[in-house]
């Protein structure tokens, strides 16, 4: 089966590839910033793509609650509604129905939850995920899985995994539009050898690009690191690898050390708006006093927007005040930091250095 | 005494002309968006420039209180402190002092109020106002007036409209830096004689221009029309005329047909951040069910970021989800939409048909 990955160059398990989706060409390793409501929060579509984004997440269980889905394909997509100049991936709204558990009942059939906004009942079947999915005019779609808590019995473990396999293959079978990409989701709790099987059943299905799911869930890093190195040698090389959900700068450094290439995480933005900037020297909280009067960008070494124009100060005195710009600065500071540094990181693979590239960026982060 | 203001033409008591700061010319008749807390919320200062804007108004109260003309100063003023590339005009805190009357006591060397944040207790001498506006960068300073209740006694309304020629007297005297500009402000209530004959003792002091205070404070339109043209007989024709804190796009238009130069209004903000959109065909009201469908832009004549890339049906949606979004895309519009009216406005008026201008303008009005 023919993959949309190309793998151009490799660092030990480090991979600098090239992902193709019906939209474009996108460079991996990649963030993916998260559009939940068919917005990245407080961020222009122009500010993404001039900050270097190529592709960004949404969230299929928000949008097929409101304004649905059938509303956004009249509009042809995602991306025509939003104005979006780029390639879209959508999550497939099980981790959003698992978060909302005691809303949620599964079933052999699917997902029968109710509306976090109005109750309504709600049932969605991963033949329901990937038609959903296709009418938001996603180019990268997820297979319908079910989330495992933390921490979980094995058995329930066990049971809950084959159900995301047996869904995975209705997925697949279910998907109408063959210009779409579908992935699929290996999960198996904190389990490596469940994450191994899982991973090979997945293979035997057949998808695009391999999902590790389930993580980032309350576990510690060394156990999200162990299922990391648990998938890696049994994905197919030729096949993207995507960490759901994850997480840290120090997350996407690990992660692209251990061989994934896609990445999502709330926390550029989430951060953002509480006041927590990322620089090569680690979190900044803005709102410290230490700041009040401090001429200097966020970061001195950064180049985006908010840190070419913008003093701690001013930046400050706006989340002090409440002010929306801070949200806006904030966040376009912060996404520029991740996408950033996975272009700084596919430039070290490139150039054979990323072990050294590793090594700086940790001893930044401690000089600080 | 030399004017700042160059009349270019006129249309009646219209007036087509230019206002010349220190910083650069404008256009007038011309709208200042506010700009609060050091920032024109949701709208970075790029968009500003790019809709048109020449000068915002900033808070002198607020700044003073939060973050302080002394840090601001530190920072070679408000426009470097917030990027702003254009004029600025403050106004002198008079009238926040007063809108929070019950912290305030006025005495003839000044007003002692506390401040809204924590209660601190601070004073605010008519030199004092002077100097913070210095110290804040303001290209066009406003005198500290003494803002009048409505309705109030006669003998209220005089006694405070004396205070205040005096307070101006002594802003004057207190100016060091001459190449700013500084307005007096006419108040008088709503007392036609007792108007014009504040203008006139202003006007024996001696100012850059001339502003109208003490309106939009619950009178009836004609009240506030027949205070405008109480005044323009009297107030200087070479000199700017700004209407303080008005107002609708109505407001504006028969404003600028009684002669004012200036206008500043929090409306098109505040409505944008409470989904009120406003269009030449009259307010949008943006979470209204009619629109969750439209594919149409806010206002279909006009061109801005908002209208030229986003639907009513994507700006319901954001709206309706709460999204910072869109605060920031209603922002644009309704900022665009008084620059872009201004500018129709000095056109008309340049072109001697803003009598036809302003019937078209309520025309296209009533035919919503």
Chains 1, 2 share one sequence.
């Not at 949404?58 to 304004?67: A, D, K, V």
């Not at 210009?179 to 490596?192: E, H, K, N, T």
Request: proline share 4%; with cysteine.
């Amino acid at each position: 089966m023919p993959s949309p990955f190309t793998l151009l160059k490799t660092f030990g398990a480090a991979r600098r590839g090239q992902l193709r989706t019906r939209y474009g060409v996108i460079q991996t390793p990649v963030f993916m910033p998260v559009g939940t409501q068919a917005t990245v929060k407080a961020v222009t579509p122009e500010s993404l793509s001039a900050m270097g984004a190529e592709i960004i997440l949404g969230n299929t269980y928000h949008l097929f609650i409101r304004p649905g889905h059938e509303l956004i394909a009249r509009f042809g997509g995602l991306r025509q509604f939003m104005n979006w100049q780029g390639s879209i991936l959508t999550d497939s709204g099980g981790f959003q129905i698992f978060s909302l558990r005691e809303l949620a009942k599964i079933s052999e059939d699917g997902a029968a939850f109710r509306s976090h906004l109005d109750g309504a009942k709600l049932f969605l079947s991963p033949e329901d995920a990937v038609h959903v999915q296709e009418a938001l005019g996603s180019d990268i779609m997820m297979c319908l899985d079910t989330c495992i808590p933390f921490p979980a019995e094995e058995k329930e473990i066990i049971a809950s995994t084959n159900l995301t396999t047996r869904w995975a293959r209705r997925c697949r079978a279910a998907q109408t539009q063959d210009d779409r990409l579908l992935f699929g989701i290996v999960q198996g709790g904190m389990d490596a050898a469940l994450r191994m099987q899982h991973a090979r059943d997945l293979i035997g299905i057949g998808f695009d690009g391999y999902a590790i799911g389930g993580l980032s869930v309350g576990e510690d890093k060394e156990q999200m690191l162990a299922m990391i190195e648990a998938c890696s040698p049994v994905l197919p090389s030729d096949f993207p690898r995507y960490l759901m959900g994850v997480g840290t700068p120090e997350d996407l450094v690990e992660g692209v050390w251990r061989g994934i290439d896609m990445f999502d995480c709330v926390m550029p933005t989430r951060n953002a708006r509480n006041g927590c900037l990322f620089t090569k020297r680690g979190k900044l909280i803005i709102k410290n006093g230490q700041y009040r009067d401090d001429p200097r960008p966020a970061d001195e070494s950064c180049g985006c927007y908010t840190c070419r124009h913008y003093s701690r100060a001013y930046l400050r005195h706006l989340y002090t005040s409440r002010e929306i710009l801070s949200y806006q600065l904030n966040s376009i500071h912060n996404l520029h930091y991740y996408v950033q540094l996975m272009a700084e990181m596919r430039q070290a693979i490139e150039e054979d250095r990323f072990a050294s590239f590793r090594a700086d960026f940790y001893g930044a982060r401690s000089g600080n």
